[in-house]
């Protein structure tokens, strides 16, 4: 079985994009920048905020976190977004989730100019992603594509099985993997036999927030499988897919952590980048 290193893909694709970032230094006088918006105190956002800021500076990206109360009202949220927009030391913008209840996150996710959205969040580029144009690929299934196409550059023709439907992961998932030719099953809580279709799997991404979903006898020999979960139990994290029966089937299997989630925030700074470049066109 192999054991799909996030962390170590991660660093490789944050090397790369140091060497990118030199070079449009040196071609433009500038280097791209990313702007974080902060609201409420809760920790897991914070953690994530933080983490996003230190990988920004180490690929030499300009970086900004920009920190509000729980209590900041949805105007000044939205004025600053305008501010960013027309900001041309900017590059991209992303809007940490989840808003306090009182702030309407359509609103604010729309607000962003989408050749800023560095999340793909923004209704356009959903529609480009759909279509088969380019956007901004949301930094999640975009890092779990990297990582699947690690393990396997040539996906035509292979069965994928999506587990969830969220905007943020199982939508845009099947999008890029249906841009690779695969036959793509999405796959949720309604789903009769979630087993069965499992079975039938090349490619496994898992992104329920179900704790240890994905079992062993789930999992075909030789199947791919990606875990996006990231669940707190009474035994420590976990993600969807039942690790230690799961790595007895399949062929490639990531953990949780030192899966996916190092690859997300290095795909925020491949976003920030290629907005950059598109702007400097
Ligand atoms: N909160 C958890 N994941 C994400 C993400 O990918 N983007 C944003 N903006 N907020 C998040």
């Given at each position: 079985m192999i054991l799909i290193d996030g962390k170590k893909a991660a660093a490789e694709?944050?090397?790369?994009?140091?060497?990118?970032?030199?070079?449009?230094?040196?071609?433009?006088?500038?280097?791209?920048?990313?702007?974080?918006?902060?609201?409420?105190?809760?920790?897991?956002?914070?953690?994530?905020?933080?983490?996003?800021?230190?990988?920004?500076?180490?690929?030499?990206?300009?970086?900004?976190?920009?920190?509000?109360?729980?209590?900041?009202?949805?105007?000044?949220?939205?004025?600053?977004?305008?501010?960013?927009?027309?900001?041309?030391?900017?590059?991209g913008i992303l809007v940490q989730l989840p808003l306090p209840k009182h702030i309407d996150k359509q609103k604010v996710i729309e607000a962003i100019d989408p050749s800023k959205d560095v999340d793909g969040f923004h209704p356009m580029n959903v529609g480009n992603l759909s279509s088969g144009y380019e956007s901004s690929i949301p930094c999640t299934p975009l890092g779990c594509y990297l990582l699947i196409k690690k393990i396997e550059p040539n996906l035509s023709g292979k069965k994928a099985v999506v587990v969830g439907r969220s905007n943020l992961n199982g939508k845009p998932m099947t999008q890029l993997l249906l841009k690779e030719n695969c036959t793509v099953t999405i796959t949720h809580s309604k789903t009769k036999d979630l087993k069965a279709e499992c079975l039938e799997a090349d490619i496994i991404v898992a992104a329920v927030g179900i704790p240890e979903l994905v079992r062993g006898d789930w999992v075909k020999k030789d199947a791919i499988v990606i875990d996006v979960g990231i669940n707190k139990t009474d035994n420590g994290i976990v993600g969807d897919v039942h690790f230690d029966e799961v790595s007895k089937n399949a062929k490639a299997l990531t953990p949780v952590p030192g899966g996916v989630g190092p690859m997300t925030i290095a795909c925020l700074l491949k976003n920030t980048i290629d907005c950059f470049k598109r702007s400097q066109i």
């Open positions: 694709l944050r090397a790369e994009l140091k060497e990118e970032v030199a070079e449009l230094k040196s071609k433009h006088n500038k280097v791209p920048g990313l702007t974080v918006i902060l609201i409420g105190d809760l920790a897991p956002s914070q953690i994530y905020v933080r983490n996003k800021e230190k990988s920004a500076n180490e690929v030499g990206l300009k970086s900004e976190v920009i920190k509000y109360p729980d209590s900041v009202e949805e105007k000044t949220v939205l004025e600053k977004i305008q501010e960013l927009n027309s900001d041309k030391t900017v590059s």
